[in-house]
């Protein structure tokens, strides 16, 4: 077992380094900063295309030119477009991709966030995970994969010392003549 300044920095770096993942990338259903979401169209083209996975991440401004992620009333589900006027404290979005403004506009409390990071081609695989059936999956897979390793862990081989009195007989013994 590692003990000292090297053992606890053994174990401190991967805690902060988690801590400093979660705080930075953690959904914030789950208490970090971020929202995630899959797209699925082709309003954003050419800049994001479908099951591209964008983060967002809420601001204290807004302005106009920023890609927002907004809950639309119309569609009932979260649309990523981008801001063209904002008048009276509402807000007025368009694809990139689309010649008409978005029907309707947001208000300040529909805005999720502004885009952070995007990945191309991610959301896909981020969507697959999230099935039930597959998560299910995996989260069992992983269970079994602790349960399994979880045995005996090979301990260090001592090394054996050798003293005078503990060396083999032939070699100690002393022949008559």
């Known amino acids: 077992m590692r003990t000292g300044i090297r053992g606890s920095v053994a174990v401190l770096v991967p805690i902060v380094v988690v801590a400093a993942l979660w ?9 970090g900063s971020c929202a995630y979401t899959v797209t699925s169209g082709i309003s954003m083209q050419p800049m994001i295309h479908k099951n591209d996975l964008a983060l967002v991440r809420a601001q204290a401004e807004y302005h106009v030119g920023d890609v927002v992620l907004y809950d639309n009333q119309l569609l009932h589900k979260p649309v990523l477009h981008r801001i063209v006027l904002i008048q009276n404290g509402d807000y007025f979005f368009r694809g990139d991709n689309n010649n008409f403004v978005d029907p309707g506009y947001a208000t300040r409390s529909e805005l999720v966030g502004k885009l952070w990071v995007h990945v191309s081609g991610l959301g896909g695989v981020v969507a697959w995970l999230g099935a039930p059936v597959h998560a299910g999956f995996l989260a069992g897979a992983a269970a079994a994969l602790v349960v399994l390793a979880g045995g005996k862990r090979p301990g260090r081989r001592r090394r054996r010392r050798t003293h005078p009195w503990m060396m083999r007989p032939e070699a100690t013994r002393i022949e008559d003549s």
Not at 23 to 31: D, E, F, Q, R, W
């Open 23 to 31: 705080m930075g990338v953690a959904p914030t259903g789950l208490g």
